[in-house]
């Protein structure tokens, strides 16, 4: 039995953990346009003017403390739930992305296609960091995210972006996601640059910062939907400690930290503003 549709995910997971506190079972079912809309199971409907009297009071307060609470009560069983999640459950979510993350995806394939052909010389000199700090050409503080070297490089990245990417862009926004690749790419770009040298390159900082920010975001707001295992992050802070003692080889260390940091303070940003 339909109930209601949410733009946003994490409403409709709010909700339902809200429920769960009062003994009602809900299901979430995304339509064509990526809503999450609500269904009660028929047998349940003796208990529809109860979710009907609960929603109208939701729909004008969503942020509510007793949402919230509710959503701290029923976050170990939405960890249990992922950690027993099957390949199928997950699939879907790694190949079915939004706009923003396929543009910047391709716009990352276009670009090493074009360095292939070109050289990186080239590339560098038009997309690269700025060589001086007064450089007007704003755009290179960002566009070396674009930019990749080797195969291993940019699909190692894209794999990352395409996951925590379309993860964040389904269930957070559009927006959300592209302020954190530029808030993200601009600062572990200049902290890289400012460490080492301007022929440097690659969406790595940038995907650190999702795997910071759909970590701590998931792990304090479990019906978010956001979800990026505990052992995962262990192995990515294994891999930069690496990268700083040298075992990786020459690969941008600066960046990669500083783009966890940035993940980290934003996702601390946003569940500040969410339970003030």
Same mark, same amino acid.
């Given at each position: 039995?339909?109930?209601?549709?949410?733009?946003?995910?994490?409403?409709?997971?709010?909700?339902?953990?809200?429920? @769960?506190?009062?003994?009602?079972?809900?299901?979430?079912?995304?339509?064509?346009?990526?809503?999450?809309?609500?269904?009660?199971?028929?047998?349940?409907?003796?208990?529809?003017?109860?979710?009907?009297?609960?929603?109208?009071?939701?729909?004008?307060?969503?942020?509510?403390?007793?949402?919230?609470?509710?959503?701290?009560?029923?976050?170990?069983?939405?960890?249990?739930?992922?950690?027993?999640?099957?390949?199928?459950?997950?699939?879907?979510?790694?190949?079915?992305?939004? *706009?923003?993350?396929?543009?910047?995806?391709?716009?990352?394939?276009?670009?090493?296609?074009?360095?292939?052909?070109?050289?990186?010389?080239?590339?560098?000199?038009?997309?690269?960091?700025?060589?001086?700090?007064?450089?007007?050409?704003?755009?290179?503080?960002?566009?070396?995210?674009?930019?990749?070297?080797?195969?291993?490089?940019?699909?190692?990245?894209?794999?990352?972006?395409?996951?925590?990417?379309?993860?964040?862009?389904?269930?957070?926004?559009?927006?959300?996601?592209?302020?954190?690749?530029?808030?993200?790419?601009?600062?572990?770009?200049? @902290?890289?640059?400012?460490?080492?040298?301007?022929?440097?390159?690659?969406?790595?900082?940038?995907?650190? @910062?999702?795997?910071?920010?759909?970590?701590?975001?998931?792990?304090?707001? *479990?019906?978010?939907?956001?979800?990026?295992?505990?052992?995962?992050?262990?192995?990515?802070?294994?891999?930069?400690?690496?990268?700083?003692?040298?075992?990786?080889?020459?690969?941008?260390?600066?960046?990669?930290?500083?783009?966890?940091?940035?993940?980290?303070?934003?996702? @601390?940003?946003?569940?500040?503003?969410?339970?003030?």
């Amino acid at each position: 039995m339909y109930l209601i549709s949410f733009q946003e995910a994490q409403f409709a997971h709010t909700f339902v953990d809200y429920m @769960a506190t009062k003994g009602v079972s809900l299901r979430i079912e995304l339509d064509n346009d990526g809503n999450s809309q609500l269904f009660l199971n028929v047998k349940d409907k003796d208990k529809l003017e109860l979710i009907t009297e609960e929603l109208k009071h939701f729909v004008k307060d969503p942020y509510n403390k007793r949402y919230l609470d509710a959503t701290w009560q029923q976050g170990e069983r939405h960890h249990s739930e992922i950690k027993n999640s099957s390949l199928k459950a997950i699939l879907p979510r790694f190949v079915s992305v939004g *706009p923003v993350t396929l543009v910047i995806a391709l716009i990352c394939v276009v670009l090493y296609l074009l360095l292939l052909v070109v050289g990186p010389r080239v590339i560098l000199a038009y997309l690269g960091y700025p060589f001086f700090e007064n450089n007007d050409q704003l755009w290179r503080y960002i566009t070396p995210i674009f930019i990749h070297f080797s195969l291993l490089h940019i699909v190692f990245n894209l794999m990352w972006w395409w996951y925590l990417g379309g993860m964040i862009e389904k269930l957070r926004g559009k927006l959300k996601l592209i302020e954190i690749m530029f808030v993200s790419g601009i600062l572990s770009n200049y @902290a890289e640059a400012s460490v080492s040298s301007p022929y440097f390159g690659g969406l790595s900082g940038v995907v650190y @910062a999702l795997m910071g920010y759909v970590w701590l975001y998931g792990e304090r707001l *479990p019906s978010s939907g956001l979800r990026f295992d505990r052992t995962m992050i262990g192995i990515a802070l294994i891999w930069l400690v690496a990268g700083f003692i040298g075992v990786l080889g020459s690969i941008a260390n600066t960046a990669h930290l500083i783009g966890l940091i940035v993940g980290l303070l934003l996702a @601390a940003k946003d569940i500040w503003l969410l339970k003030k």
